[in-house]
Each structure stands twice: as structure tokens, then as C-alpha cells.
């Protein structure tokens, strides 16, 4: 069970706690062992979630990547809603959602892109309905002194599809609802999806 999640890590990120049951799904803890890149005033935590993997990275730097598999339960579904919250941080957070072919930074400038960010904190927590799409990348902006405790949900089809919590700069976990054993009747089951064709015999 642990062999995806071990490989997809790599050398930047050691698998931590691994699955953990949680709250009608399944939860991997991991830790990262990468250093953060300051841009100035902040750092960025970049997002992107597809039907196959959620990646985690700074400044181009991958700090973490889940590949999703068949016990991964709604992480593999697209989002049509963002929700933030925070915890012991009485800071200002930023969150910003782009497109596929977008980008935070100019390649050819260097410059910041015009993104609209959007602020968030323990008292003012964000919703925001997003188009679902095939990639769906997110980015989470905080000043590079500030030791920061947050979470990402990303809903869809009217329940949680999955989250991503960072607790500080090397520990943190994502969680799959309806992922991996489910109580059921005295006993367990365990959901898994099926990703490939089908064949028809006749």
C-alpha cells in the first residue's frame, strides 16, 4: 500500500504517517523535506490536481506528489468549489486560481502576472465556486517570516471531494473522501474506481 505514495515523493518528500483513517475517508501524512523559496515578501504554494495525481510545489520545485490510485475514493473528481480555513495564524493569507496555460510569473519578464488574489484568514474564510476542469491549479500565498497552519477543501457534486492541509513548511496531509476501508454493517468495505475499459466478450 505504501509503494505509490514512497516513488511519487521522490527526494524532495519522505512518506510520513501514510494512510490514516479519517472522518468517512482515508488521509496521507507526509512530510517535506525541501527548502522554501522566499519571493520577496512571500512564499507560494502551488496546486495542481488532476484525475491522476496532486502535486505540490514551490517556486518549480515539487515538494510533494500523490499519485491517486483505486482507494482514493472523490480525489480523482473535478472541483466546483474552494473553500479555505485556518488555524492558530493571525495573519493574512492569499489564495489565487488559474488556468492550465497560465502562470503566477513572466517568463520572459519575471514580472508577476496580473492574478487575482483573494485573502483569507482564521476569521475570514473563503468559498469560491470554480469551473470544473481536466487540471485544476490553486495558489497559496503567505509572508515568508509567518509559520502558517491552513487547508484547502475542494468540493464537488454537492460533497467534499478531498483536501489539502499543510500544518507548517514539512508536515501536512491530503485527504480523499469515501477513500480506502469504510465501516459497514459490523463489518468494512473498501471503495476503490475503476479506470479502465471495459471488455465485451460476444
Known sequence: QLTNDVESSGINAEYGGGYQTWYG?????????????????????????TSSEIVLKNSGNILYTKELGSRDGNCYKKTSEVRTQVWEYNGELSLAMVSKNDAIIDDNTDNERDVDWKSFSLMNQLTIPVNPRPEETYFVRFPCSDSIWFKLFLDGESEQNSHIELFSRTRGNIYCNRGGYQTWYGGERTDFNIRSSWKCDG
Open 25 to 49: 475517508g482515508e488521509r496521507t501524512d507526509f512530510n517535506i523535506r525541501s527548502s522554501w523559496k522566499c519571493d520577496g515578501q512571500f512564499m507560494t504554494l502551488e496546486v495542481i490536481k
